[in-house]
């Protein structure tokens, strides 16, 4: 990833900071994004930025997306990697504004992101962006319809954005992961739903302990390389089996 400019949203915690950590390691330039920009841990100045923004927020994206262009010129890489999870309920215990403002940050900023990176990305005429929904996306789980929902759309944004964007030679592709050790998924296992949850994923998981983020990072590195040059549309569990049982 020598000289690449790669965008990385969630840039501050779990699969976003290794995401961030592992293109950084590879040579690439990398502009984290995220919401809360004083917990970005800090970088080579030369290569890094951080740059605050509300992925949910149409104007607060634009202005991150100019402050990147503005220190970096081109952007040549894009990963979605901002969520929020949270158990709601069923359909009838979560309330409206629960389940837009997870639709709004899961599926809606990887669209207000995409939406103008892409622009710039089409100056080179070529370009990878990586959405990084769940095995929630592919399967159900109790408790949380709003992420289930806004995960299952990240992959038919994926695949709508890769038949508009071929003609501009820009891949698209979609990881699934799977019980992750990030910050979110140890948040999720406090509450009654998230522990009922929480021993779902140990009988599902068929290596049996959730995977480092390091792992799912080294995934979306390949989607961005060379190596995935022929991919395009793809929709890639890193699950531990979940959904192949």
């Known amino acids: 990833m020598i000289g690449r400019t790669i965008v990385v949203t969630g840039a501050g915690s779990g699969i976003g900071q290794a995401v961030t950590d592992l293109c950084l390691a590879t040579g690439a330039r990398v502009a984290g994004i995220d919401l809360d920009v004083e917990g970005v841990p800090a970088r080579d100045a030369?290569?890094?930025i951080a740059v605050a923004a509300d992925v949910a927020d149409e104007n607060s994206v634009r202005a991150a997306v100019a402050e990147i262009v503005e220190n970096f010129a081109d952007v040549d890489a894009l990963v979605?990697?901002?969520?929020?999870?949270?158990?709601?309920?069923d359909v009838t215990e979560t309330s409206p504004?629960?389940?837009?403002r997870v639709l709004d940050v899961n599926l809606t900023g990887a669209y207000l992101v995409s939406?103008?990176?892409?622009?710039?990305?089409?100056?080179?005429?070529?370009?990878a962006v990586v959405h990084v929904s769940s095995q929630y996306g592919m399967v159900g789980g109790a408790g949380f319809?709003?992420?289930?929902?806004?995960?299952?759309?990240?992959?038919?944004?994926?695949?709508a954005m890769a038949v508009d964007h071929a003609p501009d030679g820009i891949r698209v592709n979609c990881v699934c992961p799977g019980p992750t050790d990030t910050p979110m998924l140890a948040r999720s296992g406090r509450d009654e739903t998230g522990g009922r949850e929480a021993e779902r994923v140990r009988e599902r998981n068929l290596f049996g302990t959730p995977a480092p983020a390091r792992k799912v990072?080294?995934?979306?590195?390949?989607?961005l390389g060379p190596g995935s040059a022929s991919m395009t549309g793809a929709v890639v569990p890193v699950?531990?089996?979940?959904?192949a049982g």
Request: charged share 20%; aromatic share 10%; hydrophobic share 35%.
């Open 217 to 223: 990072a080294e995934v979306i590195g390949f989607l």
């Open 97 to 100: 504004e629960s389940w837009r």
């Open 80 to 89: 979605n990697c901002a969520g929020i999870g949270g158990y709601t309920g």
């Open 115 to 127: 939406r103008e990176v892409l622009p710039v990305m089409r100056r080179g005429s070529s370009g």
């Open 46 to 48: 030369g290569n890094f």
């Open 145 to 159: 319809p709003a992420y289930c929902a806004a995960k299952a759309g990240l992959i038919g944004l994926t695949r």
């Open 239 to 243: 699950d531990g089996g979940w959904t």
